[in-house]
């Protein structure tokens, strides 16, 4: 068995644990809604359609959609938000095959019912529901594969799955992660569809002990999935690299829980672990929760749910301080670090010592020939595409940019960051929205176009800290040897190692922890 192979596998009892106990969560709830609510709207038309009506239209929303709109809503990341549209996404199968399951029911057998002195509540439990039941069970199948399906989106929401996998093995190409995840989780739908199945046929043809053992085997997959999650947590185990200050002994941390946060690509991979190696070193306890959207990750350490994350000043300045005017790298950090603070209590450390800005890019083969040097020069293409990340085209840069170079007939192409690299290599649009420190740019012989009129903001790395992490003195204190010290270099080559060479992020940050000055000894437990 491989390295990597074998790496997916020690990672699955805790990731199919905390999938498995997402899904049973959220069926349990959907069934505890749907399956009452179908009844009553068997019984009364009126409430039919307004109560099929929701359920179907919750199906229209994206469930990617769907689960990033908990958040805000709950005000919180992780397992509930998850949970809650999980449980919205179940309903409308289960609750539309119970009202059909018992509008089904002749109604010959109801009056035979009701003859025989049975109440209306004797003749649902004794007789209705009894029929209804394979058509309800089938509901609930479908219910199931939707939801085992759906939970690996609940990642970049901070809850873990079965999407850790896909999500993070994207960013990485690494693509055994990527099948790996895919293949448990179609395994684990098959595994709960079959179980279902039987149930349901023992059901239809009353053999009851056949619905007993599969009723028995899915309370029992469910249980012995999920037993990880129950079990008394233990620490994160060290990282590849992780290691003590070499310029003196840490500061203790022994005993301090600390959560660690990342956004979904391959440099905050790489930060978080070297972040985490630095904590565990100083005696901490960490956890990382990595794959978390930009809005999400900020939202989360604020609210104190993690402790802290690194992100970029020119992200902070347009994305979450709506900022569109022009500023310094200088002016701007400093501007950063004061809004933080005062707004929201966030400490800003300081700087890491390196920048990952977005900046344009094409193939050199591509520039040569049609004179390109700046993004202005873009307008000689014809039919010019821009591929890039979705939240590019969202953010304000793109339409500073847009407006300062007359790309607005430009048709733009969002796409993973994984692809948008081997795009313009291989022709597939003309130019990316790059990001700088990105080892993939010279690997594929790109250059970036320079930027004349300022409209992409500077991105510098900081280290920011949620307000309860920014009082604690032994923890910024662990944490102050990494500001400056990671120069542009370095971060290239540690993101390049991931990208190009198949590393793992704790890989590349043993390398960055050994570039920088950080010694190899593990973490002390």
Not at 499 to 520: K, M, N, R, T, V
Request: glycine content about 10%; proline content about 6%; hydrophobic content about 50%.
């Amino acid at each position: 068995m491989s390295a990597n192979l074998a790496e997916q596998f020690s990672r699955l009892p805790d990731l199919l644990a905390a999938h498995m106990l997402l899904v049973a969560a959220a069926l349990a709830a959907g069934a505890a809604i749907s399956l009452p609510l179908g009844i009553l709207c068997a019984r009364s038309p009126r409430l039919r359609g307004p109560a099929v009506g929701f359920a179907s239209t919750i199906q229209t929303v994206p469930a990617l959609a769907l689960l990033a709109l908990m958040v805000p809503l709950v005000g919180r990341i992780g397992f509930l938000p998850a949970f809650l549209a999980l449980t919205l996404y179940s309903m409308l199968p289960m609750l539309r095959n119970a009202v059909v399951g018992l509008a089904g029911v002749d109604g010959a057998v109801r009056e035979a019912a009701r003859a025989v002195g049975m109440t209306p509540a004797q003749s649902l439990w004794k007789v209705e529901l009894p029929l209804a039941a394979p058509v309800i069970l089938a509901g609930v199948r479908t219910a199931t594969v939707w939801v085992v399906g759906m939970a690996t989106l609940a990642t970049p929401v901070g809850a873990s799955s079965l999407g850790n996998y896909i999500f993070s093995g994207l960013q990485t190409r690494n693509w055994t992660a990527v099948l790996f995840g895919c293949v448990a989780s179609a395994l684990l739908a098959l595994a709960l569809d079959q179980l279902l199945r039987a149930l349901e046929s023992g059901v239809a043809r009353r053999r009851p002990a056949r619905a007993a053992g599969a009723a028995a085997g899915f309370a029992a997959l469910i249980l012995a999935a999920i037993a990880p999650a129950l079990l008394p947590a233990s620490s994160s185990a060290p990282a590849a690299g992780h290691a003590a200050v070499a310029s003196g002994p840490a500061p203790s941390l022994a005993g301090r829980r600390v959560t660690v946060g990342g956004k979904p690509f391959t440099e905050q991979y790489v930060l978080a672990h070297l972040i985490a190696g630095v904590l565990e070193d100083a005696g901490a306890q960490v956890r990382l929760r990595e794959d978390l959207g930009s809005t999400i990750a900020f939202d989360a350490l604020i609210r104190d749910e993690i402790d802290l994350y690194v992100d970029y000043t020119g992200t902070i300045w347009a994305s979450v301080m709506n900022r569109d005017d022009a500023a310094g790298r200088d002016a701007m950090a400093v501007r950063v670090a004061a809004w933080l603070l005062d707004q929201h209590g966030v400490t800003d450390l300081g700087r890491l010592g390196f920048e990952n800005a977005y900046g344009f890019a094409v193939t050199r083969a591509a520039a040569q020939e049609n004179s390109l040097a700046s993004v202005a020069d873009l307008n000689r293409l014809d039919g010019l595409s821009i591929g890039g990340d979705p939240e590019f085209f969202g953010r304000p840069e793109w339409i500073a940019a847009r407006d300062a170079y007359g790309l607005q007939a430009t048709r733009t192409r969002p796409m993973d960051s994984t692809f948008m690299y081997g795009a313009v290599r291989d022709g597939a649009v003309d130019a990316i929205t790059a990001y700088t420190t990105d080892g993939r740019i010279d690997a594929f012989d790109l250059v970036l176009l320079a930027d004349p009129a300022g409209a992409l903001p500077p991105y510098d790395a900081i280290l920011l800290l949620s307000p309860a992490a920014g009082a604690d003195r032994a923890l910024t204190d662990a944490l102050r040897p990494l500001l400056g010290a990671i120069p542009p270099g370095a971060m290239r080559r540690a993101n390049a190692m991931v990208d190009l060479e198949g590393e793992s992020p704790e890989a590349a940050a043993a390398f960055l922890a050994s570039e920088i000055g950080i010694s190899g000894e593990p973490a002390a437990p």
